[in-house]
């Protein structure tokens, strides 16, 4: 394998574009060349990324130079995609969610396995500022044993889920495996595996034609209780993490704003994303998987993380889509 881990690019849209340009800072890589179906959108973003444009995907695949692959295209596509990937022998970074069907991700860690390969999935929330420290400061054990948990996560991004394939549930996996697979992972980081005890879910308007606002009631299989709320129809937004412990509270506001805990006896203490001073976040898994794969170094994250997060959400929608037994009199 060469030094410096060569890797193509697959899919040129805004996440492909911009996981593309946080290689820029790393000598241990480089993109060797970019392939997307949309050619007008292709030779743009090699035009932009100062790289090569493949003629096909085949040509990519077929790229003895190539070490690994960035797969950033719409989520329906990531087995059939990945699958070739893998089998070709290169190493395979996925943007999330994994795959839209378990038996998929399933097949897909099969794949790298008997490949020998890398398979990292893009669940780049653990990384940033606040949820990393919160991971942190649960480990020194601030708060004590972790009672319970509450995450909302609420914003108006309606028009986002209208347009082009998220709009489209058998493309995206709408809210739920586009989006807030990001949250069941980050949960799932912090306190371990659990059952969705209960899940509800709204659909206010025709379009997109998926849950748009939902609730789940989780239980941890250490017995941490936990809720969480996402919504793409809150017109007053917020991010909100609770953690309650035996001996004090943890909160944060997300991707800005602060992290603080207080103890039952003790000042509250309260830090910015600045003063956590975290890398990049995407600089920093892209960082990860190309140490993996060169120096054998741990991943943050790794397919079966990915697999997990798919899990936990299609076990979400089952419940929001199972009939509520009526109570007995």
């Known amino acids: ?29 480089k993109l060797v060349g970019v392939y997307d179906a949309n050619t007008e959108l292709k030779h ?12 096909s995907f085949k040509a990519l695949l077929a790229d003895p130079e190539l070490d690994a692959c960035i797969l950033a295209t719409p989520p329906h596509t990531h087995f059939r995609l990945g699958m070739q990937i893998l089998r070709s022998g290169k190493h395979l970074f996925c943007e999330k969610p994994l795959a839209l069907k378990l038996s998929h991700c399933d097949a897909l860690l099969q794949a790298a396995q008997e490949a020998g390969r890398v398979l990292m999935v893009g669940h780049v929330l653990r990384l940033f500022p606040l949820f990393w ?9 601030v708060i004590g044993e972790p009672i319970s948990v509450h995450l909302q996560r609420r914003g108006f991004e309606l028009n986002l889920f ?26 799932r980081w912090l306190f371990g595996e659990f059952q969705v005890v209960a899940a509800q879910g ?20 250490n017995g941490i209780v936990g809720a969480i709320e996402c919504s793409i129809i809150d017109r007053l937004g917020g991010y909100t993490v609770r953690i309650v412990g035996t001996e004090g509270t943890l909160e944060h ?19 910015t994303p600045e003063e956590v001073g975290t890398p990049e976040p995407f600089l920093w898994e892209l960082r990860s998987f190309v140490r993996a794969i060169l120096y054998e170094e741990p991943l943050p994250y790794d397919g079966y993380d990915g697999r997990m997060a798919v899990a936990n959400a299609l076990a979400v929608l089952k419940r929001i889509h199972t009939p509520l037994k009526k109570a007995q009199v």
């Open 1 to 29: 394998m060469h030094k410096q881990l060569r890797i193509g690019l697959i899919g040129a849209g805004g996440i492909g574009r911009h996981l593309a340009w946080q290689l820029r800072p790393l000598s241990e890589a």
């Open 44 to 55: 743009r973003a090699a035009a932009e990324l100062e790289t090569h444009a493949y003629t």
């Open 133 to 141: 420290q919160s991971k942190q400061w649960l480990q020194e054990g």
């Open 162 to 187: 209208k347009e082009g394939w998220r709009a489209d549930p058998k493309q995206s996996g709408g809210v739920l495996l586009e989006m807030n697979v990001h949250e069941l992972d980050y949960l």
């Open 202 to 221: 709204a659909q206010p308007y025709p379009e997109p034609n998926f849950v748009q606002h939902w609730h789940a009631l989780l239980r941890f299989e």
């Open 253 to 271: 506001s997300g991707f800005s704003g602060f992290i603080r805990y207080k103890r039952h006896a003790g000042q509250e203490v309260q830090l």
